[in-house]
């Protein structure tokens, strides 16, 4: 049903395209005046909001706004990407583009064409935020246009994202449009008239962000955890076969921090994030790519967690050690665990039965419909839930609480499900209804990122990807200044190569660095790190190595220096 009404829609948004001139005005016509595009032949800049990222920048150049007009020269590109009239823009959070309109007018309607080819990875913004400004500094900011086609629509297809109904004076038009991947768009109409028939636009005060900045540590939103480090765990297909889990001894410079020679002088992280390492030996991913997870596998995760000598039962016994070895310096400290929930896979037909009537989960929309896959998709994260409760109540651990779950997948998978903010909702009421907190780690600017407080999680924290790209130190001011933008925070990253490299050393330092300098240092965190590297670091006889596990604990305490 859906899908036909949608083939329906697809038809006339496609002639969208030409839904601007004259059907445009026979839409909106007046008596009293007939509504021309404002915006035609008129120059605007196109601007990053924030620091522009030097590989970004590179890749995007291979679909330039030739002209410097091309938004604005009445020209449209169709369906193909590849046509030269598409200004074709990637990643760096979204773009800003400013219109003059040469004179004072009056504008009722604001449309922005873009094209949607999922395939490409060209997703259309699901809104975009626009503005009027009659002096260019004071604006007003409208309500946001929003995208008529579901986020699974595979296209290729276009729409004009607009609003209508404006009636305000204007002689410059904003509009910011979120960029997750890439965004294609050919033109931006500004429908209205050559008079002052409209309202003055009134200024809006700029006070969005005043509470926003990067979560607290040790707060409630945080789950009361300061640092926390991500810990791998899974499964390995070469000896030792243990390698990609932790031990009691492995976890001892993660819980304490240790001197050269592993003797504990004081608490390290006080946060502990395992997750599920994507690949099984059996071909299956826990996260969106590859082959699905079923409950075995889901399973297979909790059993690994829950060994009395390994990970969850490893760090019970690490924390005991320390607490008892560091108790008569005095010192406070409380060990949260954080477990991860697998991605419930939305081609996934046959999960498996976790409700006991016999009938296995289907989680694939295209088989069951939307509804019934929310809802299957949902019991399965509930069932996960439970089981690692009951698991954790029969463990009986003394030192360690479970203060937080995690989802895995590191971005909002909108192109496959419709029904993904939906399904994230769900899983936040129900933890939240066990006490404890949601999180999640999206990677640079990936889809939903702004959106993590309105779909339900508790934090977020946006992952640089800095030390893995080839990018400039800008990428980190860039994350820290949208982190801080959005209420998020960022995420810290090392490789294995960090101890070793000296380039990639310098790499690490500049996250530190940056994070000294623009605050993030003191607000919650989370490491990302390779098997062990930090670890290896605190135990390496190389003096560069082990500076990063003494430079890793100064940062964790506030007391750094670049
Ligand atoms: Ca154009
Ligand atoms: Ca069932």
């Known amino acids: ?18 839904l601007t001139g004259a059907a445009a005005q026979a839409q909106n016509a007046s008596p009293e005046a007939e509504l021309v595009n404002l915006a035609l032949g008129r120059s605007y800049t196109l601007e990053t909001p924030y620091p522009a990222d030097s590989q970004f920048g590179r890749t995007e150049s291979a679909h330039p706004d030739d002209t410097g007009l091309q938004l604005t020269d009445g020209v449209y590109g169709g369906t193909a990407f590849s046509n030269s009239a598409y200004v074709g823009r990637i990643w760096q959070g979204s773009r800003i583009v400013t219109i003059d309109l040469g004179e004072p007018g009056t504008v009722e309607r604001i449309g922005v064409h873009v094209l949607q080819d999922n395939a490409s990875g060209i997703f259309a913004p699901s809104k975009i935020a626009y503005y009027v400004s009659l002096d260019g500094e004071k604006w007003e900011r409208l309500q946001d246009g929003v995208s008529r086609l579901p986020t699974t629509e595979a296209g290729p297809v276009t729409q004009t994202i607009c609003i209508q109904g404006i009636d305000k004076q204007a002689r410059y038009v904003k509009a910011e449009i979120p960029v997750t991947s890439w965004v294609f768009m050919d ?14 636009p009134h200024p809006t005060p700029d006070h969005s962000r005043k509470d926003d900045g990067y979560p607290k540590a040790g707060s409630k939103q945080a789950a009361g955890i300061s640092n926390q480090v991500l810990l791998y765990t899974g499964e390995w297909q070469y000896e ?48 969106a790519s590859g082959k699905p997870t079923n409950k075995a596998d889901w ?12 990970d969850l039962g490893a760090l019970d016994q690490a924390v005991a050690e320390a607490k008892q070895e560091l108790k008569q310096k005095g010192k406070k400290y409380e060990a949260k665990v954080v477990l ?20 296995s989960e289907n989680l694939n929309a295209a088989e069951v419909g939307e509804d019934k896959a929310l809802e299957n998709r949902a019991k399965v994260v509930k069932w996960y839930v439970d089981e690692a409760y009951a698991r954790w109540k029969d463990a009986g651990y003394e030192n360690i609480t479970l203060s937080a779950f995690y989802w895995f997948n590191e971005f909002l998978s909108r192109q496959t499900s419709e029904s993904e903010d939906d399904l994230i909702r769900l899983v936040s009421d129900y933890v939240h209804g066990k006490g404890a907190k949601l999180q999640w780690i999206p990677y640079y600017f990936a889809r939903g990122w702004s959106d993590w407080n309105e779909v339900g999680f508790d934090t977020a924290l946006m992952q640089p990807n800095y030390l893995f790209q080839n990018t400039t ?16 925070g960022v995420e810290m990253e090392m490789s294995d190569g960090v101890l070793t490299d000296p380039a990639l ?27 062990k590297t930090i670890k290896k670091a605190a135990e390496s006889t190389d003096p560069a190595a082990r500076e990063v596990y003494d430079k890793t604990y100064r940062y964790l305490k506030g007391v750094y220096q670049p």
């Open 1 to 18: 049903m859906m899908k036909r009404s949608l083939l329906g829609a697809l038809a006339v948004l496609t002639a969208g395209a030409t």
């Open 240 to 287: 030792p076969a243990d390698w990609i889990s932790y031990t009691k001894e492995d976890l001892k410079p993660y819980v304490s921090y240790v001197d050269a020679e592993m003797n504990r002088v004081d608490y390290m992280f006080d946060g502990f994030l395992f997750l599920q390492y994507a690949t099984l030996l059996n071909g299956a991913n826990y996260g």
């Open 340 to 359: 991860s929930i697998p991605y419930p896979r939305p081609d996934q037909s046959d999960f498996g039965d976790v409700d006991g009537d016999g009938v």
């Open 473 to 488: 130190a800008e990428r980190l001011d860039t994350i820290a200044q949208a982190a801080y933008d959005h209420g998020m």
């Open 187 to 200: 033109e931006i109409e500004v429908l209205g008239t050559r008079d002052l028939s409209g309202k003055k």
């Open 505 to 531: 050393r310098d790499k690490y330092y500049a996250y530190l660095n940056k994070g000294a300098e623009h605050g993030y240092m003191n607000s919650f965190k989370a490491f990302y790190q390779q098997v």
């Open 299 to 310: 399973e297979k995760s909790l059993d690994r967690l829950f060994r009395a000598d390994y």
